[in-house]
């Protein structure tokens, strides 16, 4: 009996101190009517618990006012851009919106939210370069009304031979705002109105404060923020390879420090991916392999490593996970994920590795939307996640644990996260000059990040790969195997086996406009992007990609069997 008691004793112990913790981290409630700061973000719990409360007491402290933090998260980033899109293509139909500097603004509170925070600079970029929404000029609605285009003199612009913005804008009597295209496309009978609006808007920060933040505008070939402001990066994230020292010793590889070192066949069924068709930070992870490698190693390299390939996930954060359980021997990850399963599982049994100079480290940006509710709040927000106690929570230990002698901040705290150490890297230099020792991971990644250029060949690697790594993914494993058989095999013909590789390698041929048929290669890279901004010849392409790969790999497997020594 004295035994059970003093188990259910130590039980409510071990449980019961995580949430009496919680409860004295947690500051208190916001009062009734207290403003609200949404923010929409891809973000893990822990990163979205311990910025939130942060902020609510810096701005407590700040500015005298309590505020709540309210973080959404309704998918990854291109869920997140596919939900603001369809939220703005709404807005701008139901004309909520008004003219501001020549520039379409939504109205204040339009929007769901007041600011994304996370994700890739590649898709804040997006959301500055604007949602086109278009209609028939001639149809009423309350865009035309918006705009003042409802009163125009319809019999007048239909006889007119050429319908454009010169035309409406001498009907008006005054210029249409920046966005807005009129013309009348060939074979169309009305002119047609397009209205490109910015999901985002320029967080207006001072030049100088942005100098004593980032210093030079710079990592490796990237940028740490937008120069017009449309996003601004808090954090930045790299990638690398995440690995199984117990699975590496089995199969009689060391530890995995370069992209090449995933093309080894003893990795054949051992390598945990992600389908870059539905993550953004894998599509640039197998971007800067392309960038550092060049076009033809960089493809060799991506197909080897496919066909090592046990599976492809359909979220970044998988194959880190498949790894420190065993299922598989390497994969790629983003650094956080990588590190964080290392930590948890043991650096014993997990490891991770940054190959130095081949990779892009990436700003992690914050963007203030168009229309948003609380744009000084979001501001705010943004302004707090660059102080140094800011930079700290991505990166310090927890100060309810090994971290309760970090640095003190300005406001007399100890400076880093409360709970739950997040192991991303922090955006400022001075983070890097001044508390490096305080940092989890001694990693600079000012001198890690790549010097080479992106080349900017996202939409081929997921054309491409989706293609042949994925959609023909069981022939090119076969593919693979049956080439290094052929490579091992004393007296299997040399010439085939040459054939064979050529086979492996190859890429399809694509039809542009005037029926030419032209090679998959760098110099026709841009002519390939072109053509796949047609929806439709993207669904034909793809469909031929696959039967293209499909294919050749089964024509290697035949040749392997048929030139085999009996």
């Not at 939220?87 to 109205?107: P, S, W």
């Amino acid at each position: 009996m004295v035994t059970r008691f003093s188990i259910l004793g130590l039980l409510t112990i071990i449980l019961g101190v995580p949430f009496v913790m919680s409860v004295i981290r947690r500051p208190p409630a916001p009062p009734p009517g207290a403003r609200t700061l949404l923010i929409v973000t891809p973000h893990i719990p822990q990163i979205r618990q311990e910025f939130a409360e942060a902020f609510e007491r810096w701005h407590e402290v700040e500015f005298g006012e309590r505020v709540r933090v309210d973080m959404r998260t309704p998918g990854g980033t291109t869920e997140i851009r596919t939900q603001l899109d369809a939220q703005f293509r709404a807005e701008v139909k139901n004309g909520r919106f008004r003219v501001e500097d020549g520039a379409i603004r939504l109205e204040r509170g339009a929007a769901a939210y007041d600011l994304m925070f996370g994700g890739g600079s590649y898709d804040h970029s997006q959301l500055s370069r604007g949602l086109v929404v278009g209609q028939d000029l001639f149809e009423s609605s309350p865009l035309t009304r918006a705009l003042g285009l409802d009163q125009l003199d319809r019999a007048a612009i239909a006889i007119a031979t050429t319908v454009d913005n010169t035309l409406i804008e001498r009907m008006l009597g005054r210029p249409l705002p920046a966005g807005v295209k009129i013309s009348r496309p060939q074979g169309s009978a009305s002119p047609q109105l397009e209205v490109t609006v910015s999901i985002s808007v320029p967080a207006g920060f001072e030049q100088s404060q942005l100098d004593d933040w980032f210093g030079d505008n710079a990592i490796g070939t990237q940028t740490l923020y937008d120069p017009r402001q449309y996003w601004i990066g808090t954090a930045l994230s790299s990638f690398g390879i995440v690995y199984n020292r117990l699975l590496c010793q089995r199969l009689g590889v060391g530890v995995p420090d370069s992209f090449e070192d995933l093309t080894d066949f003893a990795y054949f069924g051992q390598i945990a991916l992600a389908d870059p068709r539905q993550s953004g930070s894998i599509t640039t992870t197998f971007d800067s392999i392309l960038g550092y490698y060049g076009w033809e190693k960089g493809w060799r390299i991506l197909r080897e490593m496919c066909a090592n390939a046990r599976s492809f996930s359909n979220a970044s954060t998988k194959p880190p996970t498949d790894v420190s359980q065993g299922e598989a021997a390497a994969g790629l990850a983003i650094d956080f994920y990588g590190r964080g399963q290392a930590q948890a599982v043991g650096g014993d049994r997990v490891g991770y590795a940054e190959p130095t100079g081949a990779v892009y480290v990436d700003a992690d940006p914050a963007s203030i939307i168009n229309g948003a509710p609380n744009p000084d709040l979001a501001r705010r927000f943004i302004e707090f996640l660059l102080t140094e106690e800011g930079q700290a929570i991505w990166q310090f230990r927890a100060t309810t644990g090994q971290g309760r002698d970090n640095p003190v901040g300005k406001d007399g705290q100890v400076m880093g996260p409360r709970q739950y150490e997040l192991r991303r890297m922090p955006v400022r230099r001075v983070m890097y000059e001044q508390y490096l020792p305080y940092l989890i991971d001694a990693v600079d990644p000012f001198h890690l990040a790549s010097r080479t250029s992106n080349p900017g060949w996202r939409t081929g690697v997921q054309m491409m790969m989706g293609a042949f790594a994925i959609d023909a993914g069981d022939e090119l494993r076969k593919a693979w195997r049956a080439i290094n058989l052929a490579r091992r095999q004393p007296g299997f013909p040399p010439e085939v086996l040459a054939e064979m590789e050529r086979l492996f390698y190859a890429f399809p041929e694509q039809a542009l406009g005037d029926g030419t048929l032209v090679p998959f290669d760098e110099k026709n890279y841009r002519a390939y992007r072109g053509a796949w901004s047609d929806l439709s010849v993207t669904k034909r392409a793809e469909i031929d990609y696959v039967r293209f790969f499909r294919q050749q790999f089964t024509r290697i497997v035949d040749l392997q069997k048929e030139h085999s020594p009996r």
